[in-house]
């Protein structure tokens, strides 16, 4: 879905959705209905101020991601999924890439304190991040749309001494008040506490806050739940310094129905850059959504309008087993990570591996990268040829052992039990491919060399 495709749907009428203590909103602030609609208001500042701000005309926002690894992960995607819809409806994102706070460490959340990274780590982590938020809001704007800003907090944070900060920043927030925030308390009453570097990080981000609000002129900061002392100290901050009225908007922290944090597989984190999480692993981790939480996430982490949703959800009521509403989050959220070419790949992909359907050069080309992959020549093909494949595939040990597993009716070729070692190029789809399996999980894709 394009930008300007999900503007165009998101600005629909939507008769479901909720409005601030049943008072209907001005079209600028329409963008608290939809996250309303769509269970994303944890908390906010005065709601009656925020909608009557958002209603005047386009606002500034921002988000903070810190480059604690290089690459984003699909947690993340919840916040700065927050941005876009802000975006879409008229208002202007600023993606707040955290150079300076990435060096600190956020505590929240967490029972002990994080690793510092080295300069050269976090350069690098930073540059990935910064790609990633630019793939995925638009700053370039037009037709409605403004554009959005990117920031490093590097930018007005490296070189001020410390003595500054304090006077400038410290003076105006109490430890009282620090103390009283759920992330610092947590931390200060847990086993570990916590040491003074991550104490100062609810400074550091209230300073952003600031800064922005002295630069850009923004008012409103977004992010997760867990993220509220922070947000508000920034709103404080502001208060007592400028004299203003900031606001904070967060939403629920994104977990599954059994309370486990989403985003996480058995092999870690699901990732953003496709280097790390295949495109085809993020689907099939989407697609393994539970019944319990698909309408959530389709309305949570995709830009489909929720009347849209409840269609979607009609129809899987219809047929569970099939998966409608899982496939639609999976090929949603693939499209907007990576492109509308890599969610087909994924389900030609799956098909190839799951379907039990005649295979096609589409699919098994799908699989490259996916399954591991052997260039033959035409010339090994013969009546030996599976055994050779076996053991060049690493299938099997041996020829004996590639013997002993056909014989016991071990192999398939292209989802086909074989029972002969003999390969001919009949058995290549396409002239080029063939599949070759051993026992349910144990796959090679088997690519003929031009």
């Known amino acids: 879905m394009t930008a300007k495709n999900a503007q165009d749907v998101s600005r629909q009428p939507r008769s479901d959705a909720a409005s601030i203590h049943g008072t209907p909103l001005g079209a600028g602030a329409e963008i608290l209905n939809d996250l309303a609609a769509r269970g994303l208001v944890h908390d ?28 984003l992960h699909l947690g993340n995607l919840f916040p700065l999924l927050l941005l876009r819809r802000f975006q879409l409806f008229g208002h202007r994102p600023i993606a707040l890439a955290g150079g300076a706070t990435g060096m600190v460490g956020d505590p929240g959340g967490r029972s002990t304190e994080r690793n510092l990274l080295d300069a050269e780590t976090l350069d690098r982590n930073l540059a990935a991040v910064k790609v990633q938020l630019q793939s995925l809001l638009d700053f370039v704007g037009g037709d409605g749309i403004e554009p959005a800003i990117l920031v490093d907090n590097r ?10 900060f304090l006077r400038d920043v410290g003076k105006h927030v109490t430890v009282n008040t620090m103390l009283a925030k759920e992330s610092i308390k947590a931390r200060v009453e847990s086993e570990h506490g916590i040491s003074f570097t991550e104490f100062s990080y609810m400074l550091l981000q209230a300073n952003d806050f600031l800064q922005l609000h002295r630069l850009y002129g923004c008012m409103l900061q977004v992010g997760g739940s867990d993220q509220w002392g922070n947000i508000t ?15 904070a908007l967060t939403v629920p922290l994104l977990t599954q129905a059994d309370g486990s944090k989403f985003g996480k597989s058995v092999g870690g984190a699901i990732w953003l850059d496709a280097a790390k999480t295949l495109p085809y692993e993020m689907h099939q981790y989407l697609l393994n959504t539970a019944d319990d939480d ?29 998966r409608a509403a899982q496939r639609r989050l999976a090929d949603e959220v693939v499209t907007m990570v990576h492109g509308e070419e890599h969610a087909k790949r994924a389900t030609l992909a799956a098909q190839a591996l799951f379907g039990g359907s005649e295979l096609t050069a589409a699919m098994l080309e799908a699989l490259r990268g996916v399954v591991p992959e052997t260039v033959m020549s035409a010339e090994l093909l013969g009546d030996e040829a599976l055994i050779s494949l076996a053991v060049a595939t690493g299938l ?21 039990k074989v029972a002969s070692a ?24 088997v690519v ?3």
Not at 155 to 164: A, P
Not at 403 to 415: E, I, P
Not at 422 to 437: E, H, I, P, W
Request: glycine share 8%; hydrophobic share 40%.
């Open 44 to 71: 906010t500042t005065d709601r009656e101020l925020l909608a009557a701000l958002l209603s005047e005309g386009p606002v500034r926002l921002y988000c903070g991601f810190d480059p604690t690894a290089d690459s």
């Open 448 to 450: 003929l060399s031009a």
């Open 294 to 322: 698909v309408e959530k996430l389709l309305k949570q982490l995709t830009l489909v309008p929720v009347a849209e949703i409840l269609e979607v959800m009609a129809e899987h009521a219809k047929e569970p087993s099939e």
């Open 155 to 164: 930018e007005w944070t490296v070189g001020v001494g410390v003595l500054d």
């Open 396 to 416: 099997a040990s041996s020829n004996g052992d590639a013997r002993k597993t056909l014989k016991q009716n071990g192999f398939a070729v292209n989802g086909v």
């Open 422 to 445: 003999a390969l001919s190029a009949s058995d290549l789809v396409d002239g080029t491919y063939l599949l070759l399996q051993k026992g349910k999980k144990n796959r090679h894709l």
């Open 233 to 247: 100290a920034g709103t404080d901050l502001i208060r007592r310094v400028e004299g203003a009225h900031a606001h």
